[in-house]
């Protein structure tokens, strides 16, 4: 969460792995989209097990 915290030990400016908004409570665009990502993903796990029976 406090990745882009210049103070931080593990800053790194390029980053891609601040997922929050400015109110730490919701994700930011790149949040959504690994959010969305990991569904589909389990998604396809899924239906790919249950269309194999």
């Not at 915290?5 to 997922?19: E, G, I, K, L, V």
């Not at 569904?39 to 194999?52: G, K, N, P, T």
């Amino acid at each position: 969460m406090h990745c882009r915290d210049r103070s931080n030990p593990a800053f790194h400016p390029q980053d891609p792995t601040y997922w929050y908004f400015f109110n730490l409570e919701d994700p930011n665009l790149r949040g959504y989209d690994a959010i969305r990502r990991l569904f589909l993903a389990e998604m396809i796990r899924v239906f790919a097990s249950q269309a194999r029976r």
